[in-house]
């Protein structure tokens, strides 16, 4: 068995340091990440660009740390969004049930069923490209997970006895829903949540790389990697380090969640189990 | 050749934290040991043929005794010194492999909760199968006809229905034969009865002990009955065992102990099982009812029209302090008949009046009739503190304050006799029993007219079920409460009720004065009801009920 702890500590530890470096990027990068510099063109890491250059000459590592802010924020908003949809989604269908429960879960697996990169490819060539586009075509895709598990969650909870003892007292529905069932969701929905920011950690870097997400001249990790592409044979280090930050924070995250969720579930609140 | 099962100075302890472990309200585990001692020194024999009952209250050891036979304790449960072996093997060094051709094999168990031993998604058969290929060697058709032959011999009717029925499609009494015919499938000299009828009715648990016995005279099946109901050991067992926080108290012929107990605690379990008429109370005729059920009817499933209503057509009629106890088997409405007169049931017909004395009551939710569930850990949400659950009805109140709130839970707390100091814990850190007074002082908290007990003792032991039922009479005394006791416990009504309404597949069969229904039950069920409650030390019954069931299979 892996000692658990330890690798939760370093990937904290990992996680904290590039959350830092990405957000004090406008003050630390070392060059403008859109300065170009023609004479050094796909330059080898040296001691003034340690990761190398890009075919018109910026700086890797100035790039790398300027485009994270667009790749994590958007990453970030659009887990947050989702989950929130989500869990709404999945709690009022619970709570609902009948018709308006039909049709959420019908939905669910009509977006279950087509691929989550052709809709929103399609919706971000509706909608044109940007900012918020690139956030409504991810959160439309991304909600279905959420409410899916919401959906069980509540169920689930709605028919333990301490509902039912909450009904019978006089506890109006709102009191169920944010005191009862809400708390009983947050925990796994949390892990799910950081399971599905590494996923669209990804997939704001595939519709970057697609050439969907931002565009120039700003950057993120999946434009860079579309950049460096061609040139991979000749300044390989332009592909690994976008790649690797994106590994790198989809892991730590998924790391850091899931243990996060196992306290949060606490041995101290799981049911006592048989007596006698 | 059958084997004695021999037990000696076993001891056994937990290193899990003593803070995490169910019961610790009590003082005994209070104090945050880290090896808290499960059992001590606990030592027994059951020779082939023999029918010995261990009794005590919940958290005495019971269950742990049986399960360190099979070596199944949990992971932070060690043995640490003593022996347990079955004829020449001792069980308490057998490598895994051996283990497993005892457990099931020579060595039955017979588990608490029958529905969630069985895989639902196998049929009653297939489980069958298992223990018959591995311990009988017998496969296909030949594992087939022996399991029809099973079900029939634990008194399924339809033996051939029941090897292809899925554990859903049972009822509780019959997933308990089920158990029991898997327990029989390794064809075990011994078998360890983990409170096999703590969740089922009278006539059902006399029936599965019935089984046991002619199991036990006609094979030589030894038998080790763990249980809290004294009234069963004194009809069934050759000799009891009494285990009080993991030692064996007392021990000796049922006869003797039950009759001439040695130690208080043998003599505070027999108190306890022991449940008097109730004294007659004045008639109540004059009295204002406080509910009226007006021929309610509940189906579910509204699509099938064969499936017959959960309520059919009940119509009945709640005295202000009046005690009105609800008999039925399980499955015949007891439970939605609780539902629907809280609230949380809407019924399809008739109607239900809960009578309020609206000028006395601050606000206006329904909360005249307020209802205790029958499983204390899960009526309270197990990430609040009790006080946060207390006080939840009470915030909805826009009248009360804070202070307000937090006096009126105290003063409920002290009503059912807990510490305030209590309300900071959660669930989990709470017994059945201080739970199950919670419940009732969150009723209290809402001045209900009626108080439903829907089973609310059946899942604690005879000990604390005996308190319990002393603060509800106490309420019943001070307050002009009127209680509705939902059980399938013949003593729980005789000793508490005025008025006894006996369900029967959604209808209601009868209604009686507590002492006519027992002297003379009119319906045909009321009858096989009155006659299956077994007496506590009713030892004479025993020649009785061993020709009735001689008769009747």
Known sequence: MRNTSTVDRVAVVILALVVLAVAAAPWVVPYPPDEQNLVARLAPPTTGHWLGTDHLGRDTLSRLLDGGRFSMLMAALATLLTGLLGTAIGVISARRRGWLDEFFTRTNDVLLALPEMVVALFIVAAMGTGFAPLLVALTVTGWTPFARLARTLAYDVSARGFVEAARVVGCPPSFIIFRHILPHLAAPMLGQATLRFGQ?????????????????????????????????????????????AIFTVALCVTLIGQRAARMAAGPLLLPTGGRG | MPEQLVIEELHVRSTAPARIAPGAGRPASGEPA????????????????????????SGSGKT?????????????????????????????????????????????????????????????????????????????KQAHAKAVELLAEVGFEDAHWGVRAYPHQLSGGMAQRAMTALALAGQPDMLLADEPTSALDKVLERQILQLLDRERSERGLGILYITHNLASVAAFADRVLVMDSGRIVESGPAQEVLSRPRTAYTQQLLDASNLLPAPRRVPLSEARSVLTLNAVVKQFASGKSRCRPALDNVSLDVKQGEILGVLGQSGSGKSTLARSIVGLEDVSGGSINRKLDTAGKHGAAP????????????????????????????LQRKDLTAAGRSQRIHDAMEEVGLDAALLGRRPCQCSGGQLQRVTIARALLMEPEVLICDEGTSALDALTQRTILNLLLCLHRDRGLSLIMITHDMDVIRHMCDRVAVLFKGRLVEVAETHEFFSDPQHEHSKALVSAAIPCRGLHLKKITLGQSAASV
Not at chain 2, 371 to 394: C, G, I, K, N, Y
Request: net charge neutral.
């Open chain 1, 200 to 244: 669209l950690l990804i997939s704001v870097g595939a519709l970057s790389y697609l050439g969907l997400g931002v565009q120039p001249p700003q950057s993120d990790w999946g434009s860079m990697l579309a950049a460096a592409q061609p040139y991979a044979d000749r300044a390989p280090l332009g592909i690994i380090g976008p790649g690797l």
């Open chain 2, 64 to 140: 742990m005794t049986a399960m360190s036979a099979l070596r199944l304790l949990p992971p932070q449960v060690t043995i640490d010194s003593g022996s347990v072996r079955l004829g020449p093997l001792d069980l308490t060094n057998a490598s895994e492999a051996e283990l497993n051709t005892v457990r099931g094999g020579k060595l039955g168990m017979l588990f608490q909760q029958p529905k969630r031993m069985f895989n639902p998604n196998k049929t009653i058969g297939s489980h069958l199968h298992e223990p018959l290929k591995l311990h009988g060697g017998l496969r296909g």
């Open chain 2, 367 to 394: 909360t005249a009739v307020q209802l205790v569930f029958q499983e204390p850990h899960d009526s309270f949400d197990p990430r609040m503190t009790l006080r946060a659950s207390l006080e939840a009805p009470l």
């Open chain 2, 34 to 57: 880290v090896y808290r001692p499960i059992l001590s020194g606990v030592g027994l024999s059951v020779s082939p043929g023999e029918f010995v009952a261990l009794v005590g209250g």
